[in-house]
């Protein structure tokens, strides 16, 4: 077979929430793969740093500010692009925020934040991206995260454990319209992986050994251990993979 099936050489990456944590991390992974890769959060400062720390590792990197629960924002982002020229044909959704809070205290405003920014979010972006993939006609990969609340909840995060699971049936739904355009959808449902997100939680005894004891890796993930998940399914190698989520948990999911 003459195609490297891993090979992401002349593709463009929009990795959402990407100036940190999991989204740099696979903003990375992207790149040293060979994509271009375009990193986006709201703060512009935040997302030029992340930016010039790629570049100078010899990436190309172009920069998209803007909110992703913003449809107006998420259309111009798009129309910015369109304008510089810049073709996205992969798009890992991967904005995300957290909030812990008994469902009893939770206020409206607070659930919808994290729904708006978990979920809606992937439809957004999701929909300006996949309009433009049908219309070059040539596919396209979309990646949205998803996480171990897309299976199973945890108390005190309920507003994070129905838009995760929403992500994994978002995913389907996507492919179920866009799969016949030459465009696949998939998700990755990370385990506990140490970012500046959960540093409170390894920081927490009794909670880094909880996650230490539930996971038969011993172990906390890495935002590397998730680097060959994203460009696999960003890569040919996944061009007949659809609809799917992938756990990397250390095995988390598969033991009681």
């Known amino acids: 077979m003459s195609v490297n099936l891993f090979d992401l050489s002349g593709r463009t990456a ?44 010899g990436h190309t990197v172009y920069e998209a500010p803007f909110d992703v629960t913003s449809e107006a924002a998420v259309e111009q982002a798009f129309a910015d692009l369109d304008a510089a020229g810049v073709a996205v044909d992969i798009l890992v959704n991967n904005a995300g925020i957290q909030l812990r809070k008994p469902m009893v205290e939770l ?13 809606t979010s992937a439809f957004l972006v999701g929909r300006e991206a996949a309009r433009r993939m049908i219309a070059r006609g040539r596919g396209g990969k979309i990646i949205n995260i998803g996480s ?5 909840a945890r108390a005190t995060v309920a507003p994070y454990t129905a838009a995760k699971g929403g992500i994994k049936l978002l995913t389907r739904a996507m492919t179920a319209e866009w799969a016949e355009q030459g465009i696949t959808v998939n998700a990755i449902g990370p385990g506990y992986i140490v970012t500046e997100m959960t ?33 696999y399914l960003a890569a040919p190698a996944s061009d007949f993979v659809n609809g799917q989520i992938i756990y990397v948990d250390g095995g988390m999911l598969s033991v009681l």
């Open 148 to 152: 171990l609340t897309s299976e199973v």
């Open 199 to 231: 540093q409170p939680l390894v920081d927490t005894p009794s909670f880094d050994n909880w996650v230490k004891q539930r996971t038969p890796a011993r172990r906390w993930g890495r935002p590397a251990d998730l680097a060959g998940t994203v460009v």
């Open 107 to 119: 206020s409206l405003a607070e659930w919808q934040k994290v729904i708006d920014t978990n979920l």
């Open 14 to 57: 929009l990795v959402t929430g990407s100036t940190r944590g999991l989204g740099n991390g696979f903003a990375e992974g992207l790149a040293a793969a060979g994509a271009a890769v375009v990193l986006n959060g709201r703060d512009p400062a935040a997302v030029s740093a992340a930016a010039a720390s790629l570049r100078d590792k």
